[in-house]
């Protein structure tokens, strides 16, 4: 899962049938660049285990598509035995197309459950026109969501964010919360109740774009949120789209980051003594060189993250 896919790409572009079969050794590329990349998270925190229950949440998007498209892949040729079982949250937006994804899904073969409940109308009244919906209807999703685990005795949760999604979960904290927090690839949801992963942690949002571009995934928009121009999760998506355009690689360097904590070398007391601080006398290969310039090489990078820079 962790070999690095290094094909070069030789051929010319002389002839229509060239273009066909670049397009295709491309394609090929990005399939296994994927099932690398999920693989990788999957082994990194132990997302799944021997006779696991994962309940792939499938909202229509591109997102969760690929990601239930690629863990049919991984599963087909995995040395443990884990089911999936696809769910939808059908929440009676007007318009939806509610044929489409059990159309869908039962063409694929995978065994899937729709639950419909109607948080629209409840999202609808509660909050005033104009103003952000996504907080209560992630928090109305998120219970819906863990009910229905519950009564299909998934033991996982898995959701479709990928890496950009973390990196602008971490600036939004960032920005307006104060806080370095971003989202984790493993976590125990807030009841304590069940584990939730999110096996995209590795991969690029882009690649997510292409691949269901390849799949022809019947996209569903959503229209509830989906006219809030001005969230603050999409000017940080653009602020994070501009700065890889200008400066590329910047992207990999910041996801890189994530997976480099130095508490130490912050200021946060509570992860780090820094009043019970004493010199020791010892010599230490990990003391700060207060006086030496910082080091931004990429050798300083983590080993799990380089396999990331160098795709």
């Not at 990349?37 to 997302?47: C, E, F, P, R």
């Not at 994070?240 to 200008?246: A, C, D």
Request: aromatic letters at 6%.
């Amino acid at each position: 899962m962790s070999a690095i896919w290094t094909e070069e790409d030789t051929a010319t572009e002389a002839t229509p049938q060239d273009k066909i079969l670049k397009i295709e050794r491309e394609t090929h590329k990005l399939e296994k660049r994927l099932c690398r990349q999920v693989g990788q998270a999957i082994v990194d925190y132990n997302m799944i285990e021997e006779g696991d229950k994962v309940m792939v949440c499938v909202s229509g998007g591109k997102d969760s598509y690929a990601m239930l498209d690629i863990l049919l892949k991984l599963r087909a040729r995995a040395p443990i035995h884990f089911d999936l079982i696809a769910v939808n949250l059908d929440q009676k937006q007007p318009g939806f197309p509610e044929e489409v994804l059990p159309k869908y899904l039962s063409e694929l073969g995978v065994p899937f459950h729709i639950e419909n409940q109607d948080t629209y109308s409840i999202v609808k009244r509660v909050i005033p026109e104009g103003k952000t919906t996504c907080g209560l209807c992630s928090r109305l999703r998120r219970g819906i969501l863990y009910r229905v685990a519950d009564e299909l005795g998934a033991t996982k949760v898995a959701l479709g964010h990928h890496r950009d999604d973390m990196l602008q979960t971490f600036f939004l904290n960032m920005f307006f919360a104060g806080k370095l927090k971003s989202m984790p690839p493993k976590l125990v949801s807030d009841d304590g109740r069940h584990i939730v992963i999110r096996p995209l942690a590795n991969v690029a949002e882009k690649d997510l774009v292409r691949w269901a571009q390849h799949r022809e995934f019947p996209i569903i928009p959503c229209t509830l949120c989906g006219s809030q121009e001005n969230l603050q999760r999409k000017q940080v998506a653009e602020m994070l789209r501009e700065w890889e355009k200008k400066h590329p690689g910047r992207i990999e360097n910041m996801f890189t980051a994530l997976q480099n904590v130095v508490p130490s070398h912050l200021l946060d007391g509570t992860r780090h003594d820094f009043k019970g601080l004493k010199a020791t006398g010892a010599a230490d290969e990990e003391g700060d060189k207060a006086f030496d310039a910082p080091d931004f090489s990429l050798a300083a990078t983590a080993p799990s993250a380089l396999r990331i820079v160098q795709l």
